[in-house]
């Protein structure tokens, strides 16, 4: 009976062993952001366009956190980040903690492996050239990842 115990023991333990493996994987420690095309049609991502009696423009922002991540949407209307867009071609300015990251040239992204803690999240619209699309075209978010 002994010996049957210890034989289970030993196959039990040899298979946790045999699937821990060697292969562990590495933290990810590098702040990026990438883009996520939602809306896809035959020619890339798509624009909403915006009504032309509007005059002061719109600019929505939806996230969500998952772990250290931040998923970004924004609704721009009458705003095009598609490449064929040419001088009128939008891109956000992204800011963590008040520290420029880098520009995106898409409506949604996500921010991965931010540090636990709150992170203030600010995006501005900007043209091709670092100008501001529109002056009221900025929002601000608060985070807090675990």
């Known amino acids: 009976m002994r010996m049957i115990r210890l034989l289970c023991l030993m196959i039990a333990y040899s298979v946790f062993l045999s699937a821990c493996g060697n292969e562990i994987p590495e933290?990810?420690?590098?702040?990026?952001?990438e883009p996520i095309h939602i809306f896809e049609g035959e020619d890339g991502p798509l624009s909403v366009q915006a009504a032309a009696s509007e005059s002061v423009p719109?600019?929505?922002?939806?996230?969500?956190?998952?772990?250290?991540?931040?998923?970004?949407?924004?609704?721009?209307?009458?705003?095009?980040?598609?490449?064929?867009?040419g001088e009128d071609r939008a891109k956000i300015g992204l800011r963590i903690n008040g520290r420029k990251q880098e520009d995106i040239t898409s409506a949604a992204f996500i921010i991965k492996n931010l540090s636990s803690g709150t992170h203030t999240i600010q995006l501005d619209v900007l043209k091709k050239d670092d100008s501001a699309y529109?002056?009221?075209?900025?929002k601000e978010?608060?985070?807090r990842v675990q």
């Open 27 to 33: 933290p990810e420690t590098k702040l990026v952001v």
């Open 58 to 85: 719109q600019f929505f922002v939806r996230h969500q956190v998952k772990g250290k991540n931040v998923y970004v949407e924004c609704i721009i209307p009458g705003v095009s980040f598609r490449e064929d867009s």
């Open 134 to 138: 529109h002056k009221d075209m900025k």
């Open 141 to 143: 978010f608060t985070v």
